[in-house]
């Protein structure tokens, strides 16, 4: 069972800047696909980012493109999400999950362990 750690969310101004880490442990995530995702208050929780990357696969949300990046160091056991020109609309509680196996995926469902989830706020 994989463990996983948020950290990096906090308040601020449209068109700044957050690097979100999720830390893993109790298994390497080198094979495993990851992804993020975002519960906005009273708004479901919906799909950000994924990534598997000994599959050299990733894919985003529209409404990230562009604008956020995933990536992961093997050796920290951490994945990231690099977030820039943020929007007050970006504004939710973060996510980062695990899927044991397979590629990655948008449903929240097909995850198999979560983190506690960190909060973004973007300022106008």
């Known amino acids: 069972q994989v463990q996983l750690v948020e950290s990096g969310g906090g308040l601020v101004q449209a068109g700044g800047s957050l690097r979100l880490s999720c830390a893993a442990s109790?298994?390497?995530?080198?094979?495993?696909?990851m992804g993020w995702f975002r519960q906005a208050p009273g708004k479901e929780r919906e799909f950000v980012a994924a990534s598997r990357w000994n599959a050299g696969s990733t894919d985003y949300a529209d409404s990230v493109k562009g604008r956020f990046t995933i990536s992961r160091d093997n050796v920290k056991n951490t994945e990231y999400l690099q977030m820039n020109s943020l929007k007050p609309e970006d504004t939710a509680v973060y996510y980062c999950?695990?899927?044991?196996?397979?590629?990655?995926?948008?449903?929240?469902?097909?995850?198999?362990?979560w983190g506690q989830g960190t909060q973004v706020t973007v300022s106008s």
């Open positions: 999950a695990v899927r044991y196996s397979g590629n990655w995926s948008t449903r929240e469902d097909e995850y198999d362990s």
């Open positions: 109790g298994h390497t995530i080198r094979n495993y696909a």
